[in-house]
């Protein structure tokens, strides 16, 4: 009895062992989230052993993988506003298509990730950027704003300019209390921001507009959507896109209140359009969770919007805009994914439940983040329709090739970049380029299709 416990007490440290060097041998080249095997093992072995793990066998490893990203760090705060070229490879996508990628530094603080990624201070180190005609305009999660010519992302330097801004004069005047920049966007001369904040009836969102000026930007609300919640939380939503009849789209996340996404006198948990002279708004959809991508296809009058789910169900949904009705996708009712924690309450199929089915699903969840559509005709990736999909979760590209009429999906595929958060992605008509917000460093990433 004793020999046998022996041996059963043997056999499962040489298991625990192999999969742990089974684990490196994945990781040591990057994290890849998605892993099946990675998967797998996490599901086997409890995440204190995990951790254990990761703090005695690959101490030494990790160590010398965190100078490596110290050093980074050390260069990117040295060369101040340089916007200097440090990394430049090729990278092949898992269906072996091959890209360029270009990193430049930004002047922006990191994500902390041994914060956590629900973690306040880490909501003000979420940046975004807008491709702006001959120009590149980025914002900061704090509000700092910077702009470059958008043709030297040819060179060595991006030469970033900063540009003045009255958003912590506006914020300490009104006593709001800054929570984080949640999109940036750029329409008619006017620069647009949603921006989450505290103020004594609690936290909101709302959005901010200023006229397009390189030596300063004034901002003043533009759009106040009058939801306040108690607590902070990462459902927020925020995103801000182009529309038609001289309006914009904004996305609002349900902020983590039950039920509220499918009440239609609320903001939360919607999707509308707002209009550029008067800011009056109308629904464009409900039942949304935290909409963290947004595009309009005006070559299809479509509005395309990616959200996260709970523990798995991420989505991309599609909202053609020829019906009078306000379309419901789901929440808090119906999803692919599952509660963190508890019993699975949540339906399955949305058609059955009278909501409308997502274009695409990802269980596990990579972290989606901003879309981008595009379409054959601007000749840029394999003379396809394609919807780029950016995550966090997953470090990764996911590229979805469709069919003209956008009514099934013809070819999947993905392009990995380890140790990386893609945060905001925009594709550029005239350079045919892909420009990307790496997020760790964090960085200004250019993708260049080679085939």
Not at 336 to 347: L, R, V, W
Not at 408 to 421: A, G, N, P, T, W
């Amino acid at each position: 009895m004793f020999k046998n416990k022996k041996f059963l007490i043997f056999t499962f440290i040489t298991l625990i062992s192999v999969l742990a060097i089974s684990v490196w041998s994945i990781t040591s080249k990057g994290y890849d989230r998605q892993n099946k095997i990675i998967l797998f093992i996490k599901k086997i072995i409890p995440a204190h052993v995990a951790r254990s793990i990761r703090e005695t066998v690959f101490f030494i490893p990790n160590l010398k993988q965190r100078n490596e990203f110290l050093k980074i760090q050390v260069d990117k705060y040295e060369q101040g506003l340089d916007g200097k070229l440090f990394n430049q490879t090729l990278v092949k996508s898992k269906n072996n298509k091959k890209f360029e990628i270009k990193e430049f530094f930004l002047p922006f603080p990191r994500l902390d990730t041994r914060l956590g990624w629900a973690a306040t201070e880490n909501s003000k180190r979420a940046h975004y950027l807008e491709v702006v005609n001959d120009k590149v305009l980025v914002i900061s999660g704090l509000g700092q704003t910077i702009i470059f010519d958008k043709k030297n992302i040819n060179s060595k330097q991006l030469k970033q300019i900063n540009i003045p801004n009255n958003l912590d004069s506006y914020l300490q005047k009104n006593n709001l209390n800054l929570i984080g920049i949640r999109d940036l966007f750029v329409d008619d001369n006017f620069v647009y921001i949603s921006l989450v904040h505290k103020e004594r009836k609690g936290i909101t969102i709302n959005v901010y507009r200023a006229p397009l000026n390189t030596n300063r930007l004034t901002f003043l609300k533009f759009f106040e959507t009058n939801e306040y919640w108690e607590n902070y939380n990462v459902f927020s939503g925020g995103r801000l896109e182009k529309y038609k009849d001289n309006k914009i789209l904004f996305s609002i996340g349900f902020s983590g209140i039950p039920k509220v996404s499918q009440n239609k006198n609320s903001l939360l948990g919607k999707i509308i359009s707002i209009d550029k002279n008067t800011s009056k708004y109308e629904l464009i959809s409900i039942g949304h969770r935290n909409p963290q991508g947004l595009y309009y296809e005006a070559s299809r009058n479509l509005v395309i919007n990616s959200e996260h789910g709970p523990k798995g169900g991420d989505e991309i949904n599609l909202n053609f805009q020829n019906h009078k009705d306000v379309p419901n996708y789901g929440w808090d009712i119906a999803s692919y994914g599952s509660p963190y924690s508890g019993e699975d309450f949540f339906k399955k199929s949305h058609k059955e439940h009278g909501f409308v089915e997502p274009f695409k699903n990802f269980t596990p969840s990579i972290g989606i983040s901003e879309i981008v559509s595009v379409t054959k005709d601007k000749n840029f990736f394999n003379n396809s329709n394609t919807i780029f999909a950016s995550s966090l979760r997953a470090g990764s590209i996911y590229m979805i090739e469709t069919d003209e009429k956008f009514q099934k999906i013809i070819s999947e595929d993905r392009l990995f970049f380890k140790e990386q958060r893609i945060r905001d992605l925009e594709f550029d008509e005239d350079l045919k380029i892909l420009f990307v917000l790496f997020e760790h460093t964090p960085s200004i990433g250019t993708i260049n299709y080679l085939n």
